[in-house]
């Protein structure tokens, strides 16, 4: 966090605040006298009304149907809901066939679970069953500063928080993001990213002529708050699918300097580094998942997917290259550096995910595969390092690389599998799901991420061990999966045509219904909450179409 500085005042013209001030100060004193009246025969009316009795005024009765945050087609949920359908697909019965109990279990549970976890993400942040520590074997934090950060925290839901932007306004906002970053609250992070960028230019920190007469300090303090603001926002906007805040094309200010003092110097230099990650992951997000993106040329979009690529990698060797052992708590710094490859992947996995376009054959690119694959193995490797570490240690890394990227490798790995009938695709999920098992208690980001993946890994096992794939797609040597063509066009997805036992499974979708979605998803590349959004699934699932 940067250090303390003099608050800045804010300077505005007075021509600018001319006012009648009598005359507003009577119109303040007659809306207040107004309010006073109001609320006192409100509360009347309050008193007056017994229990039992009927008013004479019918209160609007609330909405059951919360309308649902939106999340674009780079996310993570985004994906979960595209392995999901494809789950179901596999196993829709249609009229005269059904499954049996296992199988219907299974598919229930993964339908209930994720279900259940949407739902919980729309109410208010919990922490249960967290490892508890023992005050005895740990110093406490002193009380000033403990003070210090519950009053910043408190302070964000205050209107004097908005009012006048101040750097130190800006710093509660960025304590208030990682806070709701640690508790997997990214609706909230995003919210209070919205009003940080908001004061960031306000106050102008994204220009460096706002920060030539400051004394250097001052000049650094506000440097080193604007990129980690700018390194949050760029990871979040391609996790949720949402354009980012922080616009390169206008942005100049100048990056800080590295600390000469060996404990922090290597601290920053990988904050440095995060930040040109952070900048192509913003570049994913506006070359391949937006708009405007979408209407690309082909040669365009494989440009891109190339440049971002290598330059991808570029950045992780240049983060491996740093000499972290004198640093300041270096054991986390290790820790960061061992799990590089897990967040390269991850990302990675985004990017070659968006070689699939409505006019290519291709689904899932054996690039995007191998990347998934990758991922998944990255991280297995990374838990085996924080594995027997202290719990505080395996926190760290559950929020600070494990929920980092979107967990997209695992979705891609399950939809291949449930496709191809792969034995080691398989093994690769039930492992890792096996590790997500070993840490699903110590946040509830982690316990999200295991519900999840957990229910689709066995949703695999039941079609894996089928042999029942689905027809209309075809695997290349190479990995890749393509959709055969025809003289009409791509060939249409369909559930393979095999006796499944009566009356066992009571499915909501029909055959026609999924493979509807599966043409729109695979076929098509179709945005899944459009999809969503569509009539056919609506009527499918039975919910209210969203706004």
Same mark, same amino acid.
């Given at each position: 966090?940067s ?9 505005? @013209? ?6 009648? =001030? ?7 004193e ?5 309010l006073?009246?109001?609320n006192?025969?409100?509360?009347q ?9 009927t008013?004479?005024?019918?209160v @609007?009765?609330s ?7 939106f ?14 359908d494809?789950?179901l697909?596999a ?8 499954l049996n109990d296992?199988?219907?279990a299974v598919?229930s549970?993964? %339908?209930?679970?994720l279900?259940?976890e949407?739902? *919980?993400?729309?109410g208010?942040p919990t922490?249960?069953?967290? @490892? ?5 074997s740990k110093?406490l934090?002193?009380v000033?500063?403990v ?5 910043a925290?408190?302070?964000?839901n ?5 009012a $006048?932007?101040?750097?130190? %306004?800006?710093?509660?906002l960025?304590?208030?993001i990682i ?13 209070y ?11 102008g ?11 250097s300090t ?11 603001? =700018?390194t949050?926002d760029?990871?979040i906007?391609l ?9 390169d094309? $206008?942005i ?8 000469d003092?060996? +404990?922090?110097? *290597?601290?920053d230099?990988?904050?440095? &580094?995060t ?7 913003g ?5 391949? =998942?937006?708009?405007?993106a979408?209407r ?11 440049k971002?690529?290598?330059d991808?990698?570029a &950045?992780r060797? %240049?983060l491996?290259a740093?000499?972290?052992s004198?640093?300041?708590y270096? $054991?986390s710094?290790?820790g ?15 990017? =070659?995910?968006?070689e699939?376009?409505p006019?290519?054959a291709m689904a899932i690119s054996?690039?995007?595969y191998?990347?998934a694959?990758l991922?998944l193995h990255?991280?297995?490797k990374?838990?085996?390092y ?5 719990t505080h240690?395996q ?5 600070w690389i ?5 967990f997209?490798?695992?979705v891609?790995?399950f939809t291949h599998?449930i496709?191809t009938?792969?034995s080691?695709?398989? *093994?690769l999920?039930q492992e890792?799901?096996? *590790?997500?098992?070993l ?6 980001g982690?316990?999200h ?5 957990e229910?689709?890994?066995r949703a695999?096992?039941v079609?894996v ?12 040597? /190479?990995?890749?999966?393509v959709?055969?063509s025809t003289?009409?066009?791509p060939?249409n997805?369909s559930?393979p ?5 009566e $009356?066992t499974?009571?499915?909501?979708m029909?055959?026609?219904?999924i ?7 695979i ?15 609506? /009527?499918?699932l039975?919910? +209210?179409?969203?706004?």
């Amino acid at each position: 966090m940067s250090r303390a500085i003099s608050k800045p005042a804010l300077k505005v @013209p007075l021509h600018a605040l001319e006012v009648d =001030y009598d005359s507003s100060e009577q119109r303040l004193e007659a809306l207040q006298e107004q309010l006073a009246v109001i609320n006192q025969t409100l509360a009347q009316i309050t008193q007056s009304a017994a229990p039992g009795t009927t008013g004479l005024v019918s209160v @609007p009765e609330s909405s059951t149907h919360a309308t649902l945050p939106f999340e674009g087609q780079s996310s993570f949920h985004h994906e979960t809901l595209l392995a999901k359908d494809a789950a179901l697909s596999a196993i829709a019965t249609s009229h005269n066939s059904g499954l049996n109990d296992h199988v219907s279990a299974v598919l229930s549970s993964l %339908k209930n679970s994720l279900a259940e976890e949407h739902l *919980s993400n729309n109410g208010q942040p919990t922490e249960t069953n967290l @490892p508890s520590s023992s005050p005895d074997s740990k110093s406490l934090l002193p009380v000033d500063l403990v003070v210090a950060v519950v009053r910043a925290v408190k302070g964000l839901n205050s209107y004097e928080l908005m009012a $006048d932007p101040t750097i130190e %306004k800006i710093q509660a906002l960025l304590i208030g993001i990682i806070k709701a970053q640690e508790e997997f609250d990214i609706q909230r992070c995003w919210t209070y990213l919205s009003l940080a960028f908001n004061m960031c230019q306000t106050v102008g920190l994204h220009r460096s002529s706002t920060t030539k007469g400051d004394p250097s300090t001052l000049a650094e303090t506000k440097r080193h708050v604007f990129w980690l603001l =700018y390194t949050i926002d760029k990871n979040i906007s391609l996790n949720l699918g949402f354009t980012s805040h922080f616009q390169d094309h $206008d942005i100049d200010t100048d990056l800080f300097t590295p600390s000469d003092h060996h +404990q922090y110097r *290597s601290w920053d230099l990988m904050t440095l &580094v995060t930040a040109e990650f952070a900048t192509i992951q913003g570049k994913v997000y506006d070359e391949l =998942y937006s708009i405007s993106a979408s209407r690309a040329s082909d040669e365009k979009r494989l440009n891109a997917i190339e440049k971002l690529s290598v330059d991808l990698i570029a &950045v992780r060797d %240049k983060l491996l290259a740093i000499d972290v052992s004198a640093g300041l708590y270096a $054991d986390s710094l290790h820790g960061m550096a061992a799990c590089a490859d897990f967040i390269t992947y991850s990302v990675l996995t985004v990017i =070659y995910r968006a070689e699939t376009r409505p006019c290519n054959a291709m689904a899932i690119s054996s690039r995007c595969y191998e990347a998934a694959t990758l991922a998944l193995h990255s991280h297995l490797k990374c838990f085996t390092y924080f594995r027997g570490r202290q719990t505080h240690k395996q926190i760290e890394y559950v929020h600070w690389i494990l929920l980092y990227p979107s967990f997209a490798p695992f979705v891609i790995v399950f939809t291949h599998a449930i496709t191809t009938a792969s034995s080691a695709d398989l *093994s690769l999920l039930q492992e890792t799901v096996k *590790s997500l098992d070993l840490i699903k208690g110590l946040s509830r980001g982690s316990r999200h991420l295991y519900t999840i993946c957990e229910a689709f890994a066995r949703a695999a096992q039941v079609l894996v061990e089928s042999q029942q794939t689905l027809m209309g797609l075809e695997q290349h040597q /190479d990995g890749s999966l393509v959709i055969p063509s025809t003289i009409d066009g791509p060939a249409n997805i369909s559930l393979p045509n095999v006796p499944w036992p009566e $009356d066992t499974f009571d499915s909501t979708m029909s055959q026609e219904d999924i493979s509807m979605f599966l043409n729109d998803f695979i076929g098509a590349n179709r945005s899944v909450m459009d999809i969503l959004n569509s009539n056919y699934m609506n /009527d499918t699932l039975g919910e +209210q179409p969203r706004t």
